[in-house]
Each structure stands twice: as structure tokens, then as C-alpha cells.
């Protein structure tokens, strides 16, 4: 147990974390280029934040969320997804006052969620994300959708299919509603016991279920694209338009709604296609009604959450993950107690002029230090020992081409520079 971390959940070891630092730089430097600002919630929310947003009758909130009572006696909930935590934000730091659209990305925030653990299946996993509030016009939708694949293809994904769906609004979807319940009804003894209860407050949520029996019962179900009202049929045009302008592929799939209750509208996905089958790394919508529903002023929304950990499996399956930076440009190597106080002022001084350096803290042989020098990759080792150092100079060794040469003190820095060719 002590060695153990809790199921579902994943260290993040040094020889890895520069492939989270990479794919966090390309999110930052996306969502920079397309104007939007960092936002940073808490890791726990109030527990009805998500009832009232995510939804009371969705999986996450009734199966997945991990839930405690704090010694206040308060229901907190470690937060299962992005969203309602910005949107909880938004409200409360008055942001519908500041010029609107209000766009805001988070990088690597973690989400909680109690499922059963398998590939890119995690208990405690990380989402990038973006909300925009207060753009109302499908060309915000179509941005959204840019920015997300933006992201993706610059991380390296190269086989990324795009499936949108509008799910409507709450006046056409009345109307679905009652379609899918009159299909669904013959059908009803045969769903699962939670789709009973979706059956009658939230039918949308049956097509949603991953029950086999409940799968195979929506087979033929009438799809919410026949019943949407003119404003968001229209919308759903506009969209399609506005992909079509940015030269972006799409397929429309009805199937799409999503596993939360606040989506109106536009829902998408785009999903990773890999020979070992397909993964989704991304998905998001519109939610026009969340800031009412939470108490504010009627407000549009929308954005994405995008899986961290499945983003960094799909580099790794198609072979696109950066190769790992090295640890030092210069080891400094010393013998003697007089090398070993020059080498750590000279491997200051390397850190000022902005080389990465260290010399040896394990009191080790010569020999041993460039053994180690060796094995984590050092480009240049710098020696201090004997004779040059008495003239005021150290042996530089190009350990790839295995030269080494005198250089004196002052042209050291210079020297390292020009051969690792930085300014
Ligand atoms: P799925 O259908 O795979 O369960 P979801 O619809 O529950 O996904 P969202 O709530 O839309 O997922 O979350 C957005 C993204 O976060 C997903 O596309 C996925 O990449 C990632 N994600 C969701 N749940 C997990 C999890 N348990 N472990 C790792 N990543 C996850
Ligand atoms: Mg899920």
C-alpha cells in the first residue's frame, strides 16, 4: 500500500514531465495566438455546482464524482471537469462586466472522476480547456473547434476526424423529448435501471449510456436533428459554413450528445484514429443556459476539455512525441579540493551566462565523473585538474567527437557558446 499509488492514478517522473511541459507550451502559445487568457479554479468546488451544471442525472455526477463532507459540515466535490468551475469564476468575479467575449484557457487542470481504471481511462487525470462567454455567433463555435485542432496538430497528431452534432436548446428539445419517449416507451422495461429514471426527467441522457442493453434499445431512435427549432437549426448552418470557410473536414453525427447536461447546440468531438482503434481526445460545446442556470445574467458559452494523458498517448502511438531535452550542456569534472571551488564558481558562472551546468555532489572518482557525464548525455565536460588549472585553464571535451582541447578561463564561456551555437 505504502508504494503504491491510489488506483487510477498516475506519477508524473522526471524523465517524463518534459512531454507534459511540451504539449502545456503548445496550449499556452495556441491559446495566446487566438487571444485568449489563463484562468486558474479550485481543485473543489461546492458540490451542487456540478448537480446544477454537469447535471443530477448524468454519470459523472451520479456515478463519478468523488464526494466528501469537510469538517464544516460542507459537500465538496473534487472537481470532475473544467467548465463549472470558470463558469462559478466568471460569475463571481463579475466578468460579464469586462468587454465580452470573455475567452479563457486553463492548462493541465486536474479533474477527478471515480471510473474504472483502464487506457486513457483515469481516476485522477488532467484537461487543457478553453470557455468563451458571450459570443453568441456560430463563428465562435467554429474558433473553439480551430483552437482545439490547432493544438492537437501541433502536438504531432496526424489522423484527427471531427464529429459535430447540435443537441438544440431547451424549447426544441421538449419537442425531441417526447419523440425519443414515445419510441423509447415499448422499449422501457428492457433499459437499465438509471435510463428508467432518465426515461422520464432527461430521455436525451438515455442515448448517452454505455449499458449494452440501453445501447442496443436506441437503435433507430428518431435523431435530434429533425426536431431542432429555426434558431438552432440555423445556427448549426452557420457553423457548418463557417468550418467549411477555414477549410476544416467534419462529419455530422447525430450519435454525439455528450455526457454532460449543460450542452445546447453545438457538441463535437474529434477523435484520434490509431491502428489500435480510436481514441477520444477532445470534446466540447456550447452551453448558453449554464450562467443563468447558476444565477447570473443570461450569458452564451462554450469550449472544450481536452484529455491530457490521452493527448500524450496518441504522440506516443503515432511516434510524435519530442525527443527528450538534455539535462546539461556542460558537467564540470574536478580534481582537488582547489578545481572542486573553481568548478562551482565557474558552474555558477555557466548558469548566469545561461548554459545549464553542475559538476559532482556525490564525491566521486575523476574516472566516475565522466562515467556519469557519460551517461546523462553531457555535450561538453569541462575538467579542472593539475597543471591547466594552475596556468588559469581547464580541458574542454567534446564528448561526441571525443577532442579535447586547453582553454583558458575567460574564453571558456565564449568558447561553450559558439560551440553549442547560442548567442
Ligand atoms: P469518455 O466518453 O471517454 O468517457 P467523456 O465524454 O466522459 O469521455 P469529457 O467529459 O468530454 O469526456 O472530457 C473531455 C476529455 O477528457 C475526454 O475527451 C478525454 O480525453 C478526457 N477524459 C475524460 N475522462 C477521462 C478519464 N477518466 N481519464 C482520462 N481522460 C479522460
Ligand atoms: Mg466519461
Known amino acids: 500500500?505504502?508504494?503504491?499509488?491510489?488506483?487510477?492514478?498516475?506519477d508524473l517522473l522526471p524523465q517524463g514531465s518534459y512531454r507534459v511541459q511540451a504539449v502545456e507550451a503548445i496550449m499556452r502559445q495556441v491559446c495566446d495566438l487566438y487571444g485568449y487568457r489563463e484562468v486558474r479554479t479550485p481543485v473543489f468546488e461546492h458540490t451542487e455546482l456540478f448537480q446544477r451544471s454537469v447535471g443530477d442525472t448524468t454519470d459523472v455526477v451520479q456515478k463519478e464524482m468523488y464526494t466528501f463532507t469537510d469538517k464544516g459540515d460542507r459537500s465538496i466535490t473534487l472537481k470532475p471537469e473544467g467548465t463549472a468551475g470558470v463558469a462559478r469564476a466568471f460569475l463571481e468575479g463579475k466578468l460579464y462586466q469586462e468587454p465580452l467575449p470573455c475567452k479563457m484557457y486553463y492548462v493541465s487542470t486536474p479533474c477527478f472522476r471515480y471510473e474504472k481504471?483502464?487506457?486513457?481511462?483515469?481516476?485522477?487525470?488532467?484537461?487543457?480547456?478553453?470557455?468563451?462567454?458571450?459570443?453568441?455567433?456560430?463563428?465562435?463555435?467554429a474558433e473553439v473547434i480551430a483552437l482545439a485542432m490547432d493544438v492537437l496538430h501541433r502536438a504531432g497528431v496526424k489522423n484527427l476526424h471531427l464529429g459535430i452534432n447540435s443537441i438544440g436548446c431547451p424549447l426544441c428539445r421538449a419537442a425531441y423529448h417526447e419523440a425519443l419517449q414515445a419510441f423509447l416507451a415499448p422499449k422501457l422495461p428492457g433499459l437499465c435501471e438509471n435510463c428508467r429514471d432518465r426515461f422520464g426527467r432527461n430521455p436525451l441522457r438515455i442515448l448517452d449510456c454505455k449499458e449494452e442493453a440501453c445501447q442496443k434499445a436506441i437503435q433507430g431512435a428518431p435523431g435530434i436533428l429533425d426536431h431542432l427549432c429555426a434558431d438552432c437549426a440555423g445556427h448549426f448552418d452557420a457553423l457548418q459554413g463557417y468550418l467549411a470557410a477555414l477549410g476544416i473536414d467534419y462529419e455530422v453525427d447525430s450519435r454525439i450528445v455528450?455526457?454532460?447536461?449543460?450542452?445546447?447546440?453545438?457538441?463535437?468531438e474529434l477523435i484520434a484514429k490509431l491502428p489500435t482503434g480510436d481514441l477520444t481526445v477532445c470534446g466540447g460545446g456550447r452551453y448558453d443556459g449554464l450562467i443563468g442556470e447558476l444565477g447570473g445574467p443570461p450569458t452564451c458559452g462554450i469550449g472544450f476539455g481536452m484529455g491530457v494523458e490521452r493527448l500524450l498517448m496518441v504522440q506516443e502511438l503515432e511516434r510524435a512525441a519530442p525527443p527528450a531535452p538534455r539535462l546539461y550542456d556542460a558537467f564540470v569534472c574536478t580534481l582537488g579540493r582547489d578545481a572542486r571551488l573553481k568548478g562551482l564558481s565557474l558552474v555558477a558562472d555557466l548558469r548566469k551566462a545561461g548554459l545549464s551546468a553542475d559538476l559532482d555532489h556525490a564525491a566521486r572518482s575523476l574516472k566516475a565523473q565522466f562515467k556519469y557525464a557519460d551517461k546523462i548525455g553531457a555535450p561538453y565536460v569541462v575538467v579542472l585538474a593539475g597543471d591547466e588549472l594552475a596556468k588559469g585553464a581547464a580541458k574542454l571535451r567534446d564528448m561526441a567527437g571525443s577532442s579535447e582541447e586547453e582553454v583558458p578561463f575567460e574564453h571558456l564561456i565564449p568558447t561553450l557558446k559558439e560551440r553549442l551555437g547560442r548567442d
Open 1 to 10: 500500500m505504502l508504494t503504491q499509488a491510489p488506483k487510477g492514478t498516475q
Open 117 to 141: 481504471p483502464q487506457a486513457g481511462r483515469l481516476r485522477q487525470f488532467h484537461q487543457h480547456g478553453i470557455e468563451v462567454f458571450g459570443a453568441k455567433d456560430a463563428s465562435v463555435d
Open 258 to 268: 455528450r455526457g454532460l447536461d449543460y450542452y445546447t447546440k453545438t457538441v463535437f
